[in-house]
């Protein structure tokens, strides 16, 4: 096989890469969202929703905490939407 003089991810220095770090954001940013973003991220909200309600059906009581996690995440994310202030 023939080498093409780049640094493979396992040749790399082992340790803590750039994307480790936490990133520091202003906490007061301003972000704008489309409707058809919002649609999308309602679209993916309802793929979780069916997921649970799937695993639910299963009655499997190791699926329970996947379930609640799915749901309170789903809602999480409802309500943070839900908040957004409109930008007139």
Excluded: C, W, Y
């Amino acid at each position: 096989m023939a080498s093409t003089d780049r640094d493979r991810h396992r040749d790399r220095e082992p340790g803590r890469r750039q994307f480790d770090q936490p990133l520091r954001h202003d906490p007061n940013r301003v972000f704008k969202i489309t409707n058809d973003e919002r649609q999308l991220i309602a679209k993916s909200l309802r793929n979780i929703d069916e997921a649970r309600r799937t695993l639910e059906a299963q009655q499997n009581r190791e699926n329970r905490e996947i379930v609640r996690e799915l749901k309170a995440s789903a809602d999480r994310i409802f309500d943070i939407l839900d908040e957004l202030e409109e930008l007139g």
